[in-house]
């Protein structure tokens, strides 16, 4: 086991280092460099900016130079705000977007494995048509509409809940419609795998064999069906985290939270590629994280996987 | 027993059996799927829905709307009504200052009085040359779903909206497919060293995320309609891919492969001509279900403001301008959200009903 997941773990490093070098050219591509504007500016003072930023170097020296820093840590200057460099803005808004993103999946996962549960013990009544519809609205419904209807309803009819705006400014209050609408759409997926994977583990043998030896169902619930109908949420785990990170720019968009998902639009209108490409490495080393941490907790729950 | 069976097969040669004894009428892989798909309800109101929305957007301009850029001045976040603008427009005039009157404590005054009915006479016979070129009575204009804040009408907007949505879903969706469908049954079939490669870069691509590469795309290379396609495009191929590799890696060893290989065709006609029409279903059906995911790429983007640009508009970008107003200007929201959301539901159905009713292991089973 251990060895599978050095293994594994050791498998990030080339797929980390593939990202960097496509983002690297594929913006190296773009007509016009950062610091072409509409303004005319003085060639000499062009230069001393592209020497300052080592734009004058050959491509393949930038990329070496820009990869020893990326492993060292460093994201390098932004190109638009000078006097910041982009470790400073990542370290400022990423904590908004990893609680941001983390508590909506938290929720999407108890809440709709819950659904779920209910729906296939209480097949076909009320509660399983309630939760499946609330599902089907959840999967159609896009969150640039879920967001707005939220907003609408609690924060500027009802008046109980803040429109836009951080814990710093708000409070604990916030938090509430961001996290229930970014989450809405993983809920009803989690709840829909969950209720099928739920309904086929109650009619397996091994669920029939742990009635006959007389266990209590909480035991057989909890110890029995969770374990073998959690497979499907857990492999649908790596979906949900890319889908939760573009999910985030939009809600952090609507809401006006100053996370990660922000500032890498605003430095996709700025064109500030540094900022652009750190925000893509800090994404995507979180996302080849939880894949990685979604195949340890999938080789530990289904034993028929071979750590071979 | 199996002398019954033959039996029953010498008398009724045109009658075929399935495992239930029922008699089988030879029917095609579509009449089947059809008359599948004509019992789910749900379906069958998708596709309806979608026929409504391709006459609306086909018909676009012959309906009694303005353009999409068809800008009136003073008409500007009018109420959706049915009553003609020139009324709503006096209306608001007279309440506005009625209550600036009230607030001082006071009746209208002689100024303020002949302005409303300045404005009254305006109402009546005021003309404007529209964009068309065709002279009308500007203020008896009906707004059923309302203005915007330039004085545009909305529902000219969600409609001509609607149209750069679904084109940019039908078009996003074919090129995806048709990608999808050239790489994954070229590796499908010719298998070894090609497929292992194609699967790699699959695998690659997969690990991306792909939609801030999009982002990053329409940032760096501007944001036109044509990049937003091939940005869209060239991320969205994979699954289909995979998909139909695995359908010809399933097909690919079968007797009429066999029967067209003995013959002495090449690999490009028996892709082509043998495999992928044998794919046709998932192929539908993957179509049918990428085209929601598209338009709501595009509707996403566009919220975001790397979409589709002024003075055209898309879903997304209608619903963008309605966030902002919402608070005060909630037509603006709702009826693009509706519409849009409408239309994503029945694509949808339609795309689960298709799946269903194209499975082959619910063939001739009702």
């Given amino acids: 086991m251990s060895k599978y997941i050095l293994r594994r773990a050791l498998g990030l490093i080339p797929t980390m280092f593939i990202i960097v070098t496509i983002c690297f050219f594929f913006i190296r591509l773009a007509p016009g460099g950062p610091f072409s504007s509409e303004k005319k500016i003085d060639p000499q003072i062009l230069k001393n900016i592209e020497a300052k930023y080592h734009l004058d170097e050959p491509l393949v020296v ?33 904590p908004k977007s990893l609680l941001l993103g983390s508590l909506a999946l938290f929720f999407a996962v108890i809440m709709g494995m819950g659904a779920g549960m209910l729906s296939s013990l209480r097949q076909n009544t009320w509660v399983d048509y309630l939760s499946m519809s609330v599902a089907v609205i ?13 907003m609408y309803i609690f924060a500027i009819k009802l008046d109980i809940l803040p429109t836009s705006g951080w814990i710093d400014e708000q409070g604990l209050k916030a938090l509430i419609i961001p996290v229930f609408s970014l989450s809405l759409a993983y809920f009803a997926t989690v709840a829909r795998l969950s209720r099928a994977s739920f309904l086929e583990a109650l009619r397996s043998d091994y669920v029939r064999t742990a009635r006959a030896k007389g266990l209590k169902a909480s035991v057989i619930m909890f110890k029995h069906v969770l374990k073998g109908a959690s497979l499907p949420v857990v492999s649908y785990l790596g979906p949900a985290f890319s889908g939760i ?21 605003q430095s996709a209108f700025n064109r500030d590629y ?15 994280l939880m894949n990685f941490l979604v195949d340890v907790i999938y080789g530990y729950l289904d034993p028929r996987i071979s750590y071979k | 027993m199996a002398n019954s069976i033959t039996n029953k097969t010498v008398k009724n040669e045109s009658v075929v059996l399935n495992e239930f004894d029922q008699p089988v009428k ?51 976040f009018l109420p959706p009504s049915t009553r003609p603008a020139g009324e709503l427009m006096y209306e608001r005039q007279d309440y506005l200052l009625r209550a600036m009157a009230n607030k001082e404590g006071r009746e209208l005054n002689a100024v303020e009085i002949e302005r409303l009915s300045d404005l009254r006479d305006s109402i009546t016979t005021e003309k404007k040359i529209l964009l068309s070129g065709e002279e009308i009575l500007v203020h008896e204009r009906v707004y059923i779903f309302g203005t915007d804040s330039l004085g545009r009408d909305v529902l000219a907007r969600i409609i001509y909206g609607g ?10 969706a074919l090129a995806s497919v048709f990608i999808g469908v050239v790489l994954g049954a070229l590796s499908g079939y010719i298998g070894g060293t090609f497929d292992s490669l194609m699967m790699r870069f699959v695998d ?35 699954t289909v891919a995979r998909v139909v590799r695995g359908q010809i890696m399933s097909l690919k060893n079968s007797e009429y492969v066999e029967a ?12 082509f001509l043998h495999l992928i029409p044998n794919t046709a279903g998932v192929i539908i059906v993957y179509t049918t279900l990428r085209v929601p995911s598209f338009i709501m790429l595009e509707a996403f983007l566009s919220f975001l403001g790397l979409g589709v640009q002024a003075p055209f508009a898309s879903w997304g970008v209608l619903i963008q301008d309605g966030v902002y107003a919402m608070t005060t200007y909630s037509w603006l929201l709702w009826f693009p959200a509706t519409a849009m959301t409408l239309f994503l539901f029945s694509m949808n159905f339609l795309g689960d009903g298709l799946r269903d009713a194209l499975d082959p292991q619910s063939k001739n089973k009702l």
């Fill in chain 2, 260 to 271: 067209a290989r003995s013959s002495g065709a090449g690999t490009a006609r028996i892709v």
């Fill in chain 1, 62 to 94: 930038q990329y070496v130079r820009y990869l020893g820093n990326v492993v060292r840590g460093d994201l390098g200057p932004s190109y638009k705000y000078k006097d910041y460099d982009v470790n400073f803005y990542i370290g400022k808004s990423l």
């Fill in chain 1, 138 to 150: 959840g999967i159609s419904v896009p969150l640039f509409v879920i967001g707005p209807v939220f």
């Fill in chain 2, 163 to 172: 149209q750069v949505s679904i084109l940019i879903g039908l078009v996003g």
């Fill in chain 1, 274 to 288: 540094t900022m652009i490409m750190g925000t893509v490495i800090v994404y995507s080393l979180i996302l080849v």
């Fill in chain 2, 26 to 76: 030879g029917v095609s892989l579509w009449q089947d799927a059809w008359k599948r798909l004509k019992k789910n309800k749900m379906a069958m109101f998708g596709l309806l829905m979608i026929i409504f929305y391709a006459l609306i957007s086909l018909s676009a301009p012959l309906l009694p709307i303005y353009s999409y850029k068809q800008q009136v001045l003073g008409h500007q």
């Fill in chain 2, 204 to 238: 690659i691509m997969y690990s991306l995320p792909y939609m801030l590469l999009v982002i990053i795309f329409m940032a760096v290379f501007g944001r036109a309609i044509g990049n937003l396609f091939f940005a869209l495009a060239i991320v969205s191929w994979l």
């Fill in chain 1, 245 to 265: 990170i573009t999910g985030s720019i939009v809600i952090e968009q609507i809401f006006r939270i100053p996370g990660l998902g922000r500032h890498f639009v």
